[in-house]
């Protein structure tokens, strides 16, 4: 079979199957499936794909087809421009997560500009629930001079950002913690405490994507019945382990936004960001000065 004609029937299955963006899954498949890239595909539709190769192609597209995500059947994800490791132990790094990042570099270099950074003038940060440690990660590469600590409960999470972080030869910048949240930690120990928690509700469990309910990691989506219950947790943890005048930076969603403001209630500087689509997604709150 011929690369285009291969190319055409896939698209065709996939979109069969309802799967979202038919052409540009089957292609980024097709590109696993022949260590290529998308120019090539374009270059050499008329070439002929092997037994082999033809095999391995259709079994990730019946993958794909049953809603594995695209990500765990190549393994792959990119984030901040860095090509990560990804497996079903962890969440997905997504765009919206960059936010994140984007709001912690603001924050850090208004304090360096105004004064208020930390007294030893080394940055203390920390990522509760770092997953694939996509976010230490960019942190670690953008804050070279900072201290990265990253904290998961999930033993099969943290190998996976021990992978990352050695694959972006970052591993001697980033403190790995086994621990649930802050658990352990002294107080007064950071200035920023980073988090993108499970923050969906089971009350809104029909809303999601079918392949993020099946294949994602349960724990790192589903915080409880209202979305909120992680962050409750994490949000006096991270008033005892901050600094005074440290910030607290969170990923959220339009749906708790309110609610997690009302936790922040008691915090200064409370903001909360919306992403590219005007979606309520990041929200940062300063440790008020005892």
Do not use: N
């Given at each position: 079979m011929q690369l285009k004609q291969a190319l055409t029937e896939a698209v065709a299955r996939?979109?069969?199957n309802n799967v979202?963006?038919?052409r540009m899954n089957a292609e980024l498949l097709l590109m696993f499936t022949l260590g290529c890239d998308r120019a090539y595909l374009y270059a050499h539709t008329e070439r002929d794909l092997t037994a082999d190769e033809t095999s391995r192609y259709q079994s990730t597209l019946s993958e794909r087809a049953r809603g594995v995500?695209?990500?765990y059947i190549t393994g792959h994800q990119e984030f901040w421009g860095m090509d990560l490791i990804v497996t079903p132990a962890v969440l997905i790094p997504r765009p919206e997560t960059e936010h994140v990042i984007e709001t912690v570099l603001e924050l850090a270099d208004e304090e360096r500009?105004?004064?208020q950074g930390c007294p030893s003038n080394i940055i203390r940060i920390i990522d509760v629930g770092t997953g694939s440690g996509c976010i230490a990660l960019a942190l670690a590469r953008e804050l070279p001079q900072a201290e990265i600590h990253a904290i998961d409960a999930s033993t099969a999470a943290l190998e996976i950002a021990r992978v990352n972080a050695a694959r972006h030869q970052l591993e001697g910048h980033i403190h790995f913690h086994e621990a649930d949240l802050l658990t352990g930690f002294e107080e007064n120990s950071f200035d920023f405490i980073v988090s993108n928690p499970p923050y969906v509700g089971e009350s809104e469990v029909d809303e999601v994507q079918l392949e993020v309910r099946k294949f994602e990691p349960h724990s790192a989506v589903f915080a409880g019945p209202t979305g909120v219950e992680v962050i409750a947790r994490l949000i006096p943890q991270a008033r005892a382990?901050?600094?005074?005048?440290g910030w607290l930076v969170m990923e959220i969603s339009g749906t708790i936004a309110e609610d997690v403001k009302r936790l922040l209630r008691n915090w200064k500087d409370v903001v909360v960001r919306a992403d590219l689509q005007s979606i309520p997604r990041v929200v940062q709150a300063r440790n008020p000065v005892a």
């Open positions: 996939l979109t069969a979202p963006s038919p995500p695209a990500q500009r105004v004064g382990s901050l600094r005074p005048g």
